[in-house]
């Protein structure tokens, strides 16, 4: 069965730091998708970047930027001089491709960050 | 194009009771799904279709009912309402493959007292 852990329940850090969001995943298939997304304040869910497993490129948009690791199951997101508007819930998510598991998301437990300014 | 649209915003229940939540999407998206958000434990999907007249179970089916009649539209019944449903449900849908971002509607805060 997938699993997905997000250990840091809890980050708070002061406008312009950085912050790295931890993400591990567990998986017995060796074809799958790795995903985040954004839960600000109003309650929506923001899809923000998705990767798959061949693909071991980091990936970096604007402040945003990605390290895919199959090494060690890992795929963290590291914010670069944080802004009030990161503040948010940030859920890391694993869908698996094929048999019964087929496009369902697991997600991890969420963390929360708040930038204070 | 609105996207995923989910129905009502909030609601209160008596256990016991029934409801349908609703769900639509007219992006032509072949799989929709619904999970089920709870404090410190992420999102869980409680049942899915990957297409009109195909669901199946997810994580945490019990105590929920689906159909897919139409592309377009993916309701969640509850039978009985317990108050471990009370939980904030979004429905989503994407094109099929896992590959495939899910869009998320703007989600049902359900209590049941």
Known sequence: AQKVTQAQTEISVVEKEDVTLDCVYETRDTTYYLFWYKQPPSGELVFLIRRNSFDEQNEISGRYSWN???????????ITASQV???AVYFCALSEAGGTSYG???????TILTVHP | NAGVTQTPKFQVLKTGQSMT???AQDMNHEYMSWYRQDPGMGLRLIHYSVGAGITDQGEVPNGYNVSRSTTEDFPLR???AAPSQTSVYFCASSRHGGYNEQFFGP??????L
């Open chain 1, 68 to 78: 895919f690791q199959k090494s060690t199951s890992s795929f963290n997101f590291t």
């Open chain 1, 85 to 87: 508007v990161d503040s």
């Open chain 1, 104 to 110: 369902k998301l697991t997600f991890g437990q969420g």
């Open chain 2, 21 to 23: 939540l609703q769900c």
């Open chain 2, 78 to 80: 509850l039978l009985s």
């Open chain 2, 107 to 112: 989600g049902t805060r359900l209590t049941v």
